[in-house]
């Protein structure tokens, strides 16, 4: 009686909209269900299962003052009981049904995706429904989990990877919880409470700052159903979001000494925000710079030209809480400080001169023609819409991306490169044995 | 992020082989030979209007001769470098200026090179794959600068990674005379001196149409597959010297191996075995299917016997596993993975790995879970058809190791219907310590634990 009733309302206030993609066929529909909860559905009825994504914002950036890691082991332990399960009781039903759950941190959003057969629908979202809302966050699960991030840690110590990108998001962002890392620390994290795991729970995962997508087997009506169902019972945020952090660099290189034979290089400065007006014109300029496909500048000049790297890509990051324009690639330490010179000079050039008509027209035809193929799968039309409404998207934007790609023009990317790309503020972050390159 | 990738087998010591079962009747396949001899496979998956497209040559770093390894992923880095008619870096930007993507990989028995593309831009892809088949164009400088690429990658890959400089030293261990002891980039020494000559010999040597097998996943029928296939591939010529794929095989292994690599760029030490182990042979797959549950019983996630026994009952790691590939030519290898916890030495955490696996061959299988790993390989081949270029990619790697359609169609049925005592069977003959490598891998300041 009571599913009925909720069925009918959820049919009512379901919002139809279609997408129509350059030639991918993806029908969005924005739903809300019965108890308020937003999602935005893909329909497919052709594979008898559903891909449902869950995002929380605040992630691991919602770590207390001194309890940096506590949003990621607290993250790692969903899984390790609720109710009277154990661990392995939750491990054994999940494989029983075939249900995939995974749960991950980073520092703008806690990211839950699952999986899962139509047949299996009510069991499976019973279980995640415990883990979100109810773990219970045993000691010993707590003790051993920690020990495993503990290890992870120590690895990253002597990683040149993990120690280049340490450090430059220290440089870049500060005291701002993305200057550090979000495991946390050996200190911190050995000092982790049951209580500390409780808040970070409390203050992460809330109804107010979630955003959900499904795509595959299931309808409106039952996904409204299932939404009120698993995430109903979140309580509401207390805590605030953290402030936004402006980038401030001024140019230089930064040395960090270990011995390994390749060296790592981070570089970067402050970047624009996604809705900024000239994010368009940015994001072809970067196609074009280092997007790390052959035709960019950067993996031309650096790896076809001279073999100086395997790869080299550089990105815009409009995160939640600031802006950056990143690159990285890694070189032999006796061919590194070649390589960097080389990646000086390209920023310089686009900086001053922008790009060429001939470069900005096959940029245009390969990201309008490339953006379909993205829609190729029921796991990343769900990723796709989920990213979308972090982004603060509609569902419209589909329609119009392609057209916003195609009114770049010249003029555009010569005033955005000038704007973004600042040569006097490119800060490079070196990790390894590099020769003739000092810290300056 | 980066692309020319080379396929590395499972990184010993931090992958657990995912059952990935196959199913030729429901993945909606069909196949054809062309004159030539080259085999075109066909995957439809109608929900978007994309395909993509593969061409899998069945020569891999294994098929490599003495003293050039690493000369099957150099060639497949310098076939992008030109033909008689495209100019080098004219292949990507054909595909990008037409939306796609394109990339390639190797592995030890094959090399294949892909595109992602809308559906009807198949035609140019093809016969942009029938052009670089027969007439590559390699100049000097670009062989060179290119060389320089693959020692970075080859930095990148290896070089910088204590586990992967472990991992090689380990498996040419483990093979005494099989070039699977080779690794798939190549020895340093030997790709520093490898020129565009060596390049050619590869590229006349192994392909050819009649080496060749062509994926088509995605949005397409199999009648206009195989016309536009006969229209851009049916005129090369086969190779008539080609040679059957016949590798030297392994002598009795009489002896175990046991080795310690000292690093001080290690931070966290662990143990890793490895058994010589048999693969997924044509017409005969019961045991490597057996040896894929064995692996899933012990180690694949949190319920399995390593991690119950090693992270559960007793604290004497941080993570445990095994692995197992039964896709290849020719013998595989079956492995076990220890991250000792914090005062754990790696002489104990082997030794509890040891009693934990002696446990479960004397215990028997857990019939409940193996009855959990076989409906999720049921789920499996249900999840995997949203993802129609693994699909592909399972084909090809499939049919460059030596199996057939009907062997790719029959193996989730086979999955299913192993028996416990299979399964304990197939464990005890693949724990033969005389077949085997055991690798401490371990930080400069730990070598007392070594012994």
């Given at each position: 009686?009571?599913?009925?009733k ?9 919002l ?8 991918a066929?993806?029908k ?7 108890g ?7 329909e497919?009825?052709s594979i ?9 914002k605040g992630?691991?950036?919602?770590d ?9 082991l607290m ?6 009981g609720?109710?009277d399960?154990d661990?392995r ?6 494989e029983?049904i075939?249900?995939q759950?995974?749960?991950d941190?980073g520092?703008?959003?806690?990211s839950?995706s ?5 047949e299996?629908?009510e ?6 429904r415990?883990s ?6 045993p ?9 495993q991030?503990?290890?992870g840690?120590a690895?990253?110590?002597t990683d ?6 340490a450090?430059f998001n220290e440089?870049?962002?500060?005291d701002?919880?993305?200057g ?5 620390t050996v ?15 409390r203050?992460t ?8 997508s ?5 309808s ?6 299932l939404l009120?169902k698993?995430l109903?019972d ?7 979001l953290?402030?936004?952090?402006q980038?401030?660099?001024t140019a ?6 270990f ?7 981070i ?6 925000t996604?809705?900024?007006?000239d994010f ?6 970067n196609?074009i710079?280092?997007s790390?496909?052959?035709e960019?500048?950067?993996m031309?000049?650096v790896r ?10 550089s ?9 950056g ?8 330490n ?11 000079e390209?920023?310089?050039?686009a ?6 008509e001939e470069e ?13 193929l ?5 796991a990343?039309?769900?990723?796709i ?8 998207l ?5 329609n119009t991306?392609?057209?916003?790609i195609?009114a770049v ?21 070196v ?5 003739g390159?000092?810290?300056? | 992020?980066?692309t ?6 499972a990184g010993a010591?931090t992958l657990?082989i995912l ?7 429901q ?8 004159d030539?001899?080259l085999?075109l496979?066909?995957?439809e998956d ?9 061409v ?10 003495p ?5 099957a ?21 054909t ?8 990339n390639?990989?190797t ?5 294949a090179?892909?595109?992602?593309v ?8 093809m ?8 007439n ?6 670009e062989v ?6 693959i ?5 990148q890959r290896?070089e910088?990674d204590?586990?992967?400089l472990n ?6 261990a ?20 490898l ?8 590229y006349?040597?192994?392909y050819?149409?009649n080496n ?11 009648d206009?597959?195989?016309?536009l296939?006969?229209d ?5 010529p086969?190779n008539?010297?080609l040679a059957?794929?016949?590798r030297v095989s392994?002598?009795p ?8 690599f000292?690093?001080?760029?290690v ?11 048999p693969?997924r042979?044509?017409g ?7 040896l894929?549950?064995f ?16 992270q559960?009952?007793?604290q ?10 039964g896709l ?14 914090e ?5 104990e955490a ?6 934990a696996v002696?446990a479960?061959l004397d215990a028997g299988v ?6 959990r ?10 999840y995997e ?27 989730p049925e ?5 028996t ?22 371990q930080?400069?300041d730990s070598?007392?634990?070594?012994q």
């Amino acid at each position: 009686m009571i599913m009925q009733k909720l069925l009918m309302r959820a049919v009512l206030l379901t919002l139809v909209l279609t997408s129509h993609v350059a030639q991918a066929d993806v029908k969005i529909q924005e739903i809300t269900s019965p108890g308020g909860i937003k999602a935005w559905l893909s329909e497919e009825t052709s594979i008898p299962f559903v891909a449902l994504e869950l995002r929380f914002k605040g992630g691991a950036s919602m770590d207390r003052p001194g309890k940096r890691g506590a949003v990621n082991l607290m993250t790692a332990l969903l899984v390790e009981g609720t109710g009277d399960m154990d661990a392995r009781d939750f491990a054994a039903a999940s494989e029983a049904i075939a249900a995939q759950f995974s749960y991950d941190v980073g520092g703008d959003t806690l990211s839950i995706s699952a999986r899962f057969l139509t047949e299996k629908t009510e069991e499976s979202m019973a279980l995640l429904r415990g883990s979100i809302l109810a773990p219970n966050f045993p000691q010993d699960a707590i003790d051993r989990v920690r020990a495993q991030v503990l290890s992870g840690l120590a690895s990253d110590t002597t990683d040149p990877n993990a120690k280049a990108r340490a450090r430059f998001n220290e440089v870049i962002y500060g005291d701002h919880p993305y200057g550090s890392v979000l495991d946390g620390t050996v200190e911190t994290v050995s000092a982790l409470t049951r209580e500390d795991i409780q808040n970070a729970h409390r203050d992460t995962l809330v109804k107010d700052r979630l955003y959900v997508s499904a795509a595959g087997d299931i309808s409106a009506e039952e996904l409204g159903v299932l939404l009120d169902k698993l995430l109903g019972d979140l309580p509401l945020s207390e805590r605030p979001l953290p402030d936004h952090v402006q980038i401030e660099t001024t140019a230089g290189i930064e040395v960090v000494e270990f011995d390994t034979p390749q060296s790592v290089a981070i570089f970067g400065h402050k970047g624009i925000t996604r809705h900024d007006p000239d994010f368009f014109p940015a994001y072809v300029l970067n196609e074009i710079l280092g997007s790390g496909g052959f035709e960019a500048r950067l993996m031309h000049e650096v790896r076809e030209k001279r073999g100086l790297t395997y790869g080299i890509y550089s990105y815009l990051s409009p995160r939640d809480y600031a802006e950056g324009y990143f690159g990285s690639f890694s070189s032999a330490n006796d061919r590194i400080a070649q390589a960097i010179e080389v990646v000086k000079e390209e920023w310089t050039k686009a900086a001053e001169n922008g790009v060429t008509e001939e470069e900005l027209e096959a940029a245009k035809t390969y990201l309008t023609g490339a953006y379909a193929l993205r829609f190729d799968s029921n796991a990343a039309i769900a990723r796709i819409m989920v990213g979308m409404q972090q982004d603060d998207l509609t569902p419209e934007y589909i329609n119009t991306r392609n057209a916003n790609i195609e009114a770049v023009t010249m003029e555009d990317i010569r005033r955005t490169a000038a704007r973004i790309l600042r040569p006097d503020e490119l800060y490079f972050v070196v990790v390894g044995h590099p020769e003739g390159l000092m810290t300056q | 992020m980066t692309t020319r990738i080379t396929s590395w087998l499972a990184g010993a010591a931090t992958l657990a082989i995912l059952a990935t079962p196959l199913t030729a009747a429901q993945d909606n396949v069909s196949s054809f030979v062309l004159d030539n001899g080259l085999e075109l496979v066909v995957i439809e998956d109608h929900r978007a209007p994309v395909v993509v497209h593969m061409v899998w040559y069945r020569a891999g770093a294994a098929d490599e001769a003495p003293g050039v390894s690493g000369i099957a992923h150099f060639l497949e880095h310098l076939m992008f470098k030109g033909t008689d008619t495209l100019a080098p870096g004219e292949f990507s930007k054909t595909v990008a200026a037409n939306g796609g993507s394109d990339n390639a990989f190797t592995s030890f028995d094959y090399t294949a090179y892909f595109q992602t593309v809308a559906a009807d831009r198949l035609d140019l892809m093809m016969q942009m794959e029938a052009d670089r088949m027969v007439n590559l164009q390699l100049a000097e400088h670009e062989v060179l600068t290119e060389r320089d690429v693959i020692l970075e990658e080859r930095n990148q890959r290896t070089e910088n990674d204590p586990g992967a400089l472990n991992r090689e030293q380990q498996t040419a261990a483990l093979y005494m005379n099989h070039p699977y002891g080779v690794p798939i980039i190549g020895w340093r020494h030997e790709m520093e001196q490898l020129d565009r000559q060596d390049a050619l010999n590869f590229y006349e040597e192994f392909y050819a149409p009649n080496n060749a097998i062509v994926i088509v996943a995605g949005d397409v029928n199999p009648d206009e597959a195989l016309a536009l296939a006969q229209d851009n591939y049916g005129m090369l010529p086969a190779n008539a010297d080609l040679a059957p794929r016949e590798r030297v095989s392994e002598p009795p292994q009489l002896a175990e191996r046991r080795m310690t690599f000292t690093d001080p760029r290690v931070a966290q030490p662990y143990v890793v075995r490895t058994y010589l182990a048999p693969e997924r042979d044509s017409g005969a797959q019961r045991q490597a299917a057996a040896l894929q549950l064995f692996a899933e019983l012990l180690g694949g996630g949190q319920t399995a016997a390593l991690p119950q026994a090693l992270q559960f009952d007793t604290q004497v790691a941080v993570y445990s596993s095994a692995f197992y590939r039964g896709l290849s030519l020719d013998d595989t290898s079956f492995g076990l993975v220890v991250v000792p916890a914090e005062g754990v030495s790696l002489t104990e955490a082997e030794d509890a790995m040891d009693a934990a696996v002696a446990a479960y061959l004397d215990a028997g299988v857990d019939e409940a879970h193996l009855e959990r790993i076989k409906f999720q390989l049921k789920a499996a081949q249900i999840y995997e058809r949203d993802n129609v270029s693994s699909m592909a990619r399972r084909y090809g790697a499939a049919l460059t190791s030596g199996l057939t359609l009907d062997d790719i169609e029959a193996w989730p049925e086979i999955l299913q219907s192993i028996t416990p005592e299979e399964i304990i069977a197939a464990g005890r003959r693949v724990v033969n310590r005389k077949a085997s490598v055991t690798s401490y891998l371990q930080g400069a300041d730990s070598a007392e634990v070594s012994q």
